[in-house]
């Protein structure tokens, strides 16, 4: 899918699971190495105490890894979220964001590991960080990495 990178930060944006909860997609580098995401705390993503829904900490950070390393390794290769887990570290108040960024190192490390067919099971972290640059949780995320067998 070759879209301008306008239109999939809108389609991002618009995507149900994420309008709903007031997650943005803030940036997106056309190349889908770096990625910014930002939850305004409201109304429809607030826990009873007033701070941000843990579940939608976690939902904004939910298929970036994914789709990122699906861009760069190309359809040669499978790859899934496997496993997730969130570690709270403080309340969430106003303005929340998760960069996300993917380095040469590690895309190379990825392509090595699974250069004979096997699978492999990176784990990324990324970190929420509200408006004083503080950590608000950490979001740790196993993804199932696995290069496509040849065609005959």
Do not use: C
Not at 118 to 123: A, I, V
């Amino acid at each position: 899918m070759n879209l301008p990178i306008w239109l999939i930060k809108l389609l991002f944006n618009l995507w149900p699971p994420f309008l709903g909860a007031s997650i943005r997609v803030h940036k997106l580098s056309p190349d889908f190495r770096q990625a910014e995401v930002r939850l305004k705390l409201g109304l429809g993503n607030r826990n009873y105490v007033g701070v941000h829904f843990g579940g939608s900490l976690y939902a904004m950070t939910d298929p970036f890894y994914m789709l990122m390393l699906l861009r760069q390794l190309g359809n040669d290769y499978y790859v899934w979220d496997k496993t997730g887990r969130i570690d709270y570290i403080k309340p969430g108040r106003g303005t929340v964001r998760a960069l996300f960024d993917l380095d040469d190192g590690l895309l190379e490390d990825i392509r090595q590991r699974t250069a004979g067919g096997e699978k492999y099971l990176p784990e990324m972290t990324v970190q929420i960080r509200d408006g004083d640059n503080e950590l608000v949780a950490l979001v740790h995320k196993t993804l199932y990495v696995k290069r496509k067998p040849e065609k005959r």
